[in-house]
């Protein structure tokens, strides 16, 4: 009896040839399936001898190297490929975010290849994605797309600097419908000591829409990075760098409504952190190494909250501008980050301040000071196999490259 679970392959294969079921049958019933009378066209070629170690050795092992998590490299706007093994296919599914605003939505998924055997010894790669396929696009694909990529068509974005970035995306997406190269990309490693469990998370980025991002924990900070990107900030650019050696005790909620008292409160803050690397600084220049951290002193203000680990209320400052009304009313605690902000084609890029707050194991938000603008982020829920880097040091190489190839 032989069993391919290594590849997360459900099917006995064996056991299929001895109840009558082929490999060939299967993939008749699988390749092009007669969807609207409900029955299945076998458009196999005749041949009556491929078995289970056909499958095994010649797609299987062939393309093992090629499952996991990848990034086609499309512009600034990057992406999600996860490369997985499907019943007796090895698929290619491109994982995009729910459509803007509903963060907490789950990922939608289309097929962008899939490979399977088409004679005994040979594997055939089939290309699945594409708006304009092997034809010339006219505008009724771009309004395809549009309800694909947004859920709603041009005329319902009012928004006229909106219409532009969509347009702008589905121009330069098209150039990449038959030729696309990939960047492997790991999940990060995880710590029982971690803030939460990171991993993959769907964000709100204004106009942008919504956006997929991986939160990482690299000893005294955290670190939010782009798989997807847009004009402003590419994918593999560092959105946000949370400080975990300075918590932020948020005033209560009604002189949080105030956005000037939480812009003094994270102000003192970044102050407080520019004084520390400037006496680091100092030190190293003088020869004296790094010395014992200096101990963090919580910024004093009037009617805060306790920092305690349980909840506490939680409210948007007025004049902070959300896509997604629907956050959570309570967050478990608070910490100084920056963000990244930066002109159209990534020019004067700069850190700017703000808050990171943390709701729950799955979500968390920041708000972007200098923006006005408050980002929502929620775990994606998928499951993705052969995706662990294979040591932390491949992970922080990985995260390198990515970042490199659109600084």
Request: proline share 7%; aromatic share 10%.
């Amino acid at each position: 009896m032989f069993l391919v679970t290594e590849y997360g392959v459900c099917e006995n294969l064996r056991k299929l040839e001895i109840t009558g079921v082929s490999c060939r049958d299967v993939y008749a019933k699988r390749i092009n399936p007669r969807v609207k009378s409900g029955r299945f066209m076998k458009i196999l070629p005749d041949y009556e001898h491929m078995e289970y170690r056909d499958v095994y050795t010649c797609l299987l092992h062939r393309y093992r190297h090629i499952l996991g998590l990848w990034q086609p490299d499309i512009g600034p706007y990057g992406g999600l490929l996860n490369v997985v093994v499907d019943g007796l296919f090895i698929i290619g599914w491109m994982y995009l975010p729910p459509h803007d605003p509903h963060v907490d939505d789950p990922m939608r998924f289309k097929p962008l290849f899939r490979i399977h055997l088409m004679e005994r010894k040979s594997a055939t790669v089939e290309c699945m994605y594409g708006h304009r396929g092997p034809h010339n696009g006219h505008i009724q694909e771009f309004r395809t797309w549009l309800r694909e990529e947004w859920g709603r068509t041009l005329e319902d974005i009012f928004h006229e600097h909106m219409q532009e970035l969509i347009l702008m995306k589905f121009i330069y997406t098209s150039q990449y419908d038959n030729c696309l190269t990939y960047r492997r990309i790991y999940l990060p490693p995880s710590h029982p000591d971690d803030l939460i469990r990171p991993g993959l998370f769907k964000g709100t980025y204004g106009s942008h829409g919504l956006e997929i991002v991986m939160l990482s924990f690299h000893g005294k900070h955290a670190r939010v990075t782009k798989i997807t990107g847009d004009p402003n900030i590419p994918a593999g650019q560092q959105t946000v760098e949370i400080d975990l050696m300075h918590r932020i005790q948020l005033p209560n909620v009604e002189n949080l409504c105030n956005f000037n008292e939480l812009s003094r409160i994270v102000l003192e803050a970044q102050e407080q952190v520019r004084q520390e690397q400037q006496r680091q600084e100092d030190r190293t220049e003088d020869g004296e190494g790094s010395g014992p951290p200096t101990e963090v002193r919580e910024p004093e203000n009037e009617g805060a909250a306790p920092l305690k680990e349980e909840p506490v209320q939680f409210v948007l400052p007025v004049g902070v501008s959300s896509r997604n009304e629907n956050y959570p009313r309570t967050c478990r605690m608070c910490f100084y980050g920056t963000g990244l902000i930066a002109g159209h084609g990534f020019t004067s890029p700069e850190r700017t301040p703000g808050v990171f707050i943390l709701f729950d194991e799955d979500r968390f938000g920041f708000i972007w000071l200098e923006l006005k603008s408050f980002s929502l982020y929620s775990r994606v829920q998928a499951t993705f196999r052969n995706a662990d880097a294979p040591s932390p040091q491949a992970f922080e190489e990985m995260l390198k490259n990515i970042q490199s190839l659109t600084s």
